[in-house]
């Protein structure tokens, strides 16, 4: 069962973006849920992860730009940018953060921050 990211496009630099992602139940709930994301020639890094009662937690890089949050009644995990740098560039990935609770790999929704 794939998990749907959504919401990447092309923006500037200090753009914002909101991604969001639809889960299967049986993979969210209760599930401590995870953004990853993966640039050109690298390898997939998580970026932000958040518990079933909402507790966050965020990669250095992203620390006060992104902002992870989650609506437990329609299984939706949801990533707001702000301020996008370049080094943001990547596929961005929803799934769980524990090995055990993943599902597979969707395709990904891919975020350009160019001038």
């Known amino acids: 069962v794939q998990l749907q990211a959504s919401g990447g496009g092309f923006v500037q630099p200090g753009g914002s973006l909101r991604l969001s992602c639809a889960a299967p139940?049986?993979?969210?709930?209760?599930?401590?849920m995870a953004w990853y994301r993966q640039a050109p020639g690298m390898q997939r890094e998580w970026v932000a992860f958040?518990?079933?009662?909402?507790?966050?937690n965020y990669v250095d890089s992203v620390k006060g730009r992104f902002t992870i949050s989650r609506d437990n009644d329609n299984n939706i995990l949801y990533l707001q940018m702000n301020n996008l740098k370049p080094e943001d560039t990547a596929v961005y990935y929803c799934?769980?953060?524990?090995?055990?609770?993943?599902?597979?790999w969707g395709q990904g929704t891919l975020v350009t921050v160019s001038s």
């Open positions: 958040i518990t079933s009662v909402g507790s966050a």
């Open positions: 139940k049986t993979i969210f709930r209760n599930k401590i």
């Open positions: 799934n769980a953060l524990r090995a055990v609770d993943k599902g597979s």
